[in-house]
């Protein structure tokens, strides 16, 4: 049997727990720039004049949001790996380590700020 089994397995449940959230907020952003693409197909669409050329309110910023949703996952996913290895470590060390959660927090307050952001795009959108 391995030794300190269970704070093994739970590393790894945190692990696969990161992995599992990155591909969200991955797919997330997909979803936020094939949105900002509707949007404009639709207004192209919808225009009243073939051809017209129709502003959609924030247009880039979908597109770039979606972006750094994309790369946020991809950092996500980095970082947990990163985690998962200095924790197995640690666990395996007799000596006590502080954890670091600064870039747990700085990931957490880009999201939040991400996050608002895209509602206001969003609503603004829905509104025009």
Avoid: C
């Avoid at 949105?35 to 197909?41: A, R, S």
């Avoid at 979606?66 to 060390?93: E, H, K, N, P």
């Avoid at 007799?94 to 991400?114: K, Q, W």
């Amino acid at each position: 049997m391995i030794d300190h089994y269970s704070d093994h397995a739970a590393n790894e449940r945190t692990f696969l727990a990161w992995v599992r959230t990155a591909i969200a907020v991955m797919a997330f952003g997909f979803l936020v720039a094939k949105f900002n693409l509707f949007l404009k197909i639709a207004a192209q669409s919808l225009a009243r004049i073939p051809g017209q050329n129709v502003v959609v309110p924030g247009g880039g910023f979908g597109d770039v949001a979606g972006l750094i949703l994309i790369i946020a996952g991809t950092v996500m996913v980095a970082m947990a790996a990163v985690r998962f290895i200095r924790t197995a470590q640690a666990i395996d060390s007799p000596e006590r380590r502080p954890g670091g959660a600064r870039m747990d927090l700085a990931l957490s307050a880009l999201m939040v700020i991400l996050g608002i952001a895209l509602t206001v795009y969003v609503s603004q959108a829905l509104i025009a």
